[in-house]
């Protein structure tokens, strides 16, 4: 869901998004409920007006496609995950900053634990939305590769090429703590398993 700062010189627009926000919220829900009983692909846009008591047209008001309930805009989360990195003392080793950089997904899923097990077993089980993954892994590395670059040496002409692979090495262990996390019900916790993951590659990566 959308947190909304309400101004209180234009309450009455601040209002409208808050409703605008709570709708959005139960639209997600719901789909979510459905993708992960019936499928994401068997799931229709007419299923999800139904369950939430809307027009299937109003759907299109608040996500272009059924995909963008699971995945959306991956820009601002991963503004936050490249701030986290930026944030990081430059004594602290740049393998350690980046995993502190995805801090903020712990927090996001120690929130609504039930609902980031919907997302990612939706998101696993439905090759589509893989591939969208894969282009949020993209927005991302654009957003994290320049912060990794600055931690490099400056003289090194493939400087480049290292920032790409270790960001993408470290997308790997996200992706896979994630799997496990998933795998067993949230029983063990995604920090604990981000740790394990990234310690595994740690010797290699400075």
Request: a negative charge; aromatic letters at 6%.
């Amino acid at each position: 869901m959308t947190f909304v700062e309400m101004d209180a010189g234009t309450r009455k627009v601040g209002l409208r998004e808050r409703t605008r926000d709570a709708v959005r919220a139960q639209i997600a829900e719901q789909s979510l409920i459905l993708f992960d009983e019936i499928g994401f692909d068997e799931t229709t846009i007419d299923d999800i007006a139904e369950a939430v008591g809307i027009s299937s047209r109003s759907f299109f008001r608040y996500f272009p496609a059924k995909e963008d309930v699971i995945v959306g805009d991956p820009l601002p989360l991963g503004i936050r995950v490249r701030d986290s990195l930026a944030a990081q003392p430059a004594e602290v080793p740049l393998w350690a900053a980046l995993r502190a950089a995805f801090i903020p997904l712990e927090v996001i899923t120690n929130g609504a634990p039930a609902t980031g097990l919907r997302v990612m077993r939706v998101m696993m089980s439905t090759p589509g939305l893989r591939a969208r993954n894969l282009e949020k892994h993209i927005a991302w590395g654009s957003l994290l590769v320049p912060v990794v670059v600055a931690r490099l040496p400056a003289n090194d002409p493939r400087v480049e090429l290292q920032a790409q692979v270790i960001v993408n090495s470290a997308f790997a262990c996200l992706d896979v703590a994630f799997a496990h996390w998933t795998a067993s019900e949230a029983e063990e916790s995604l920090a604990s398993l981000l740790d394990v993951a990234f310690d595994t590659l740690a010797p290699r990566i400075p």
